[in-house]
């Protein structure tokens, strides 16, 4: 009962906020707005408002069409919130669940989602929000989460084995290991990881370490190289495919043309830089954050087992102390791939 009402009142926010019912053409626009959503017609919403938005219904709105444009609308969100709760690995499941829906853009998309919604509610924390307020919190906190489950798709070989207790995922296991190298300088144990020559992607103006990291336990022959870029704060940067280092056409294969490297997944010089543990630290902070106070009990529970299982602690039916770190990250990771 509880996730229907839920995904009526997601899908009549932006609605109620700007005064359901109107009238006038301002009015009219919002409901058109509103059909728009409800068809599917992100791109759409995204050119009809973009361009022009100023008030709380616009920023609303196009929140809501670019997690539609990543794959991800809503609905979508909280059914596989719900659904992952009945798994014995309940942020795993999630994971998932989510991967499998998202599009090729989703993180740049639910990163663009959220900064909309950050344009009407700029601070969940604050005990006096409306319940409109606390609505546009729970809609941060699920991109929030979104991206996090994106993220890992983007790191992992295979995601569908995320968490089944199977075999090892190499790629996997190559991206803990370079997000440790770029953390501590260390080498794990199960890897081999090489530091190259700074490059200039000057398409961007960003300058990057590229890292090629080999799996120890690879039964490849020769082992199967995996490419990553760290950048000067000690981070990886989450990458896709490949690309020369000043044109951002991707190809699968680092040996198609020469010159390729690791593809950074955002193609924007003036974006937020996005890196693993950017993602899978802050984001994830941020947005476990956005849902206290805002969401329903059984969600609220949800949310506190996913952050225990992150922080590798119990869930005793209240939610576990301290933030995620991102050596919680590089653990929990590495416990689900085995």
């Known amino acids: 009962m509880y996730k229907k009402f839920m995904i009526v009142s997601l899908l009549c926010l932006a609605l109620i906020m700007s005064g359901c019912g109107s009238s006038d053409t301002e009015g009219e626009s919002r409901l058109e707005t509103q059909q728009m959503l409800d068809s599917g017609d992100y791109t759409g919403v995204i050119t009809k408002l973009e361009a022009t938005a100023t008030t709380d219904s616009d920023y609303i ?21 719900t659904d992952s709760s009945a798994s014995d690995s309940t942020f795993s499941g999630f994971v998932t669940s989510i991967a499998s829906s998202s599009s090729s853009t989703a993180l740049t998309d639910l990163d663009t989602a959220i900064s909309y919604y950050n344009q009407v509610v700029d601070n969940c924390s604050d005990a006096n929000l409306s319940n409109s307020e606390k609505d546009i919190c729970l809609y941060v906190g699920l991109s929030s989460t979104s991206s996090a489950a994106v993220t890992i798709d983007l790191i992992a070989g295979d995601i569908s084995t995320f968490g089944d207790g199977g ?59 995996y490419y ?27 040996n198609a043309i020469a010159n390729l490297y690791a593809c950074p997944v955002n193609e924007t010089p003036s974006a937020t830089e996005l890196t693993t543990a950017g993602v899978l630290v802050d ?56």
């Open 61 to 81: 709105a196009l929140g809501a069409a670019y997690m539609g444009k990543a794959g991800l609308s809503l609905s979508d969100i909280v059914n596989s919130l």
């Open 167 to 225: 075999s090892d995922d190499e790629k996997l296991t190559a991206s803990t290991c370079a997000m440790n190298y770029a953390f501590d300088r260390t080498n794990n144990v199960d890897c081999n990881v090489t530091q190259s020559a700074d490059v200039n992607f000057t398409i961007i103006n960003k300058i990057y370490s590229p890292l090629v990291v080999t799996v120890n336990g690879d039964v490849d022959t020769p082992d199967s190289p």
């Open 228 to 254: 990553y870029l760290m950048n000067d704060i000690n981070q990886t940067v989450l990458t896709k495919d490949f690309c020369l280092l000043n044109d951002f056409t991707r190809y699968e294969d680092i």
């Open 283 to 338: 984001v994830l902070n941020n947005g476990i954050d956005s849902f206290s106070g805002a969401a329903t009990e059984e969600m609220q529970g949800d949310i506190d087992e996913f952050k225990c299982e992150l922080l590798g602690d119990t869930y005793t039916g209240s939610a576990c102390a301290g933030d995620i770190a991102e050596q919680n990250i590089i653990d929990y990771l590495n416990s689900q791939n085995n």
